[in-house]
């Protein structure tokens, strides 16, 4: 039985390999296993439910001509790296959260529990700053319960870039007033909270010396700007905790 909330599962290029693999590790970036030996680029893996096996993509270097998005081939192995089979891909969206979103030419203005009255969104003075430079698009919502808390977070599509590179901004909501305020960035892969909904993963990118390089940060929930690297790669990587709620 694998100790939830002690393992994360990695793609990325960690030790000098041209092509980015598949790794299990403990949330510091120690006891690092490789688990595929893969010709294609790994993806967006994902622990299972029950932590019985990591779902994974491989990116086969072409592009879907409609939607302008990667092709990628799903599959599907055991904590070990074992037992790889085809997959299919993973289903979308967020269900950590209940609220429905209410939104006015694709930009957030309200939300409501199911059957419930219409709550507006109360921008703060700073998160009116952001709504001005970027709107808050409904395109990519995710919604998670902040622990100990009566507030959500409510993690929005693309804001912008910075010296880190490529960032998203998330704001936090008092479910009883809609109040509203900035809470933290994260990376391009989105977070990944832990099962004790107490700290999250995330990867950035940014330029050193003229090349990018790619890192997991680990993040806490209270104080979400406070991000520790633990690890870099020269290409993509992507991050996901084991027992734990992508978002």
């Given amino acids: 039985m694998l100790p939830k909330d002690k393992l994360l599962v990695v793609a990325g290029a960690l030790s000098g390999e041209k092509i980015p693999q598949l790794w299990r590790m403990n949330p510091d970036g120690s006891a690092r296993l490789r688990l595929t030996h893969e010709k294609l680029p790994c993806r967006q893996p994902r622990w299972s439910g029950d932590a019985t096996s990591i779902l994974y993509a491989l990116d086969t270097g072409k592009t879907n001509t409609t939607t302008g998005e990667s092709v990628l081939t799903w599959m599907r192995c055991a904590p070990d790296g074992s037992k790889r089979t085809p997959a299919s891909a993973p289903e979308t969206g967020s269900p950590i959260l209940k609220l429905e979103i209410e939104s006015n030419s694709d930009l957030v203005t309200g939300f409501r529990a199911p059957g419930g009255p219409l709550r507006k969104l109360l921008l703060s003075p700073a998160a009116e700053k952001f709504w001005d430079e970027t709107g808050i698009s409904g395109g990519a919502l995710n919604l998670i319960a902040l622990p100990g808390t009566t507030a959500f977070v409510l ?88 027992g734990g709620k992508r978002v």
């Fill in 155 to 242: 993690a929005t599509q693309l804001a912008g870039g910075n010296r880190e590179g490529k960032w998203h901004t998330a704001l936090k909501v008092e479910i009883a007033t809609g109040r509203a305020e900035p809470w933290g960035e994260y990376g391009y892969s989105g977070f990944c909270v832990s099962p004790n909904n107490r700290q999250f993963v995330t990867c950035f990118n940014r330029l050193v010396d003229r090349k990018e390089e790619h890192a997991v940060c680990i993040g806490s929930m209270d104080a979400p700007r406070n991000l520790k690297r633990i690890l870099t790669s020269p290409e993509l990587i992507f991050a996901d905790w084991c």
